[in-house]
T-cell receptor, first 118, second 113 residues
């Protein structure tokens, strides 16, 4: 069992639908992340939240809208997605990054939501 | 673009053998991490090594870091079938990379009984 919980595990949606992916952690982490992973590829960073504020947006299309309602929850709202958006979406959390050699902390990942766009 | 590149892309070994995989990166880093991903699962953090460290151990895992060559290696000793997974190195991008990890392409390891 992972300490980061993602729901749903699988999602099939049409290009006109609106849906949300949810992520929850109770480790007291103050940094949370969304990644996109295509088959046989490494994860690609989408968004980083630190202390509930969006700190990094990797030029992600606006059809993906993140939200961090509190320090334990992270949502990813989806609207008007394209077939190429089909992928595994991973959420992760960590201690807040520091400076220098502490600029990145170990990240704890959920098992992801496998998204298919019809 | 990816910061880290891994070698080999795939590795097939028998139980009990050692597995070594390498990661090279392009720009200076603050630290480097290794992760494992089992099929259909999320990533699991294995080891973090900071730029002022040269070697770290964790159980059957040994990680080295050579900042002069911009490379790292992960050694798994006495491998088991349960070690079958994809292994990724992940780096920051040095200065101004706060909170941002970039993953290498990964090494797919298959351990046969």
């Amino acid at each position: 069992d992972t300490e980061v919980t993602q729901t749903p595990k699988h999602l099939v949606m049409g290009m006109t639908n609106k849906k949300s992916l949810k992520c929850e952690q109770h480790m007291g982490h103050r940094a949370m992340y969304w990644y996109k992973q295509k088959a046989k590829k490494p994860p690609e960073l989408m968004f980083v939240y630190s202390y509930e504020k969006l700190s990094i947006n990797e030029s992600v299309p606006s059809r993906f809208s993140p939200e961090c309602p509190n320090s334990s929850l992270l949502n990813l709202h989806l609207h008007a997605l394209q077939p190429e958006d089909s992928a595994l979406y991973l959420c992760a959390s960590s201690q807040a990054p520091g400076q220098g050699v502490y600029s990145n902390q170990p990240q704890h990942f959920g098992d992801g939501t496998r998204l298919s766009i019809l | 673009s990816q910061q880290g590149e891994e070698d080999p892309q795939a590795l097939s070994i028998q139980e009990g053998e050692n597995a070594t995989m390498n990661c090279s990166y392009k720009t200076s880093i603050n630290n480097l991490q290794w992760y494992r991903q089992n099929s259909g699962r999320g990533l699991v953090h294995l080891i973090l090594i900071r730029s002022n460290e040269r070697e770290k151990h964790s159980g059957r895992l040994r990680v080295t870091l050579d900042t002069s060559k911009k490379s790292s290696s992960l050694l798994i000793t006495a491998s088991r079938a349960a070690d079958t997974a994809s292994y990724f190195c992940a780096t920051d991008a040095g200065t101004d990379s706060w909170g941002k990890l970039q993953f290498g392409a990964g090494t797919q390891v298959v351990v046969t009984p």
